[in-house]
């Protein structure tokens, strides 16, 4: 049952990331980002983190879904009257190329230490008498506390940047 479920969620993340990058409109981009989002999250839930799953989305389907609907609006993207880039044989070929090959090194390089998973700071004892959402908070606000703070006065840049940038000028 869990091998059905794993398969059907990722297929559907799968399919939705590619129909993301094919869309044309970027609303139905967006809609497509959001489903991959909701199937990553049931993947969160197979592995037993519903804690990570619940905020995926509520951060990423939820808030910054809702920042790139407001960009797109807010660039009123209209299509264009050119037409579309047209890649030839050669460049097909070259992107499946480049394709394959980074595939292979992701499997060489980084497969193993995937299928052997690393070693967390908790014991799998530990875990079910201190909660996964407690151990979470722990080595987040403890050992993560510094690129924690440092991500979130990223984030506080880029908003005001993006203000600022989206800011009309009187004519």
């Not at 460049?91 to 070693?119: F, T, V």
């Amino acid at each position: 049952m869990e091998w059905a479920l794993f398969l059907t969620f990722a297929l559907l993340a799968g399919a939705a990331a590619v129909g993301m990058v094919l869309q044309r409109s970027p609303i139905y981009s967006a809609l497509c980002l959001i489903l991959t989002f909701f199937a990553q999250a049931g993947l969160y839930v197979l592995l037993h983190a519903q804690l990570i799953a619940f905020v995926h989305i509520i951060v990423y389907a939820g808030a910054i879904m809702v920042l790139f609907l407001f960009v797109i609006m807010l660039l009123d993207l209209r299509p264009e009257d050119h037409p579309p880039v047209r890649f030839g044989q050669a460049g097909m070929l070259l992107g499946l190329i480049l394709a394959a090959l980074l595939l292979a090194e992701l499997a060489l390089g980084i497969g193993p230490r995937i299928i052997l998973g690393s070693q967390g700071s908790y014991d799998l004892e530990t875990l079910r008498m201190l909660g996964n959402t407690q151990a979470v908070g722990r080595i987040l606000f403890r050992e993560y506390l510094v690129p924690f703070e440092l991500t979130s006065l990223i984030l506080l840049t880029a908003m005001i940047g993006a203000m600022v940038l989206a800011k009309r000028r009187p004519e």
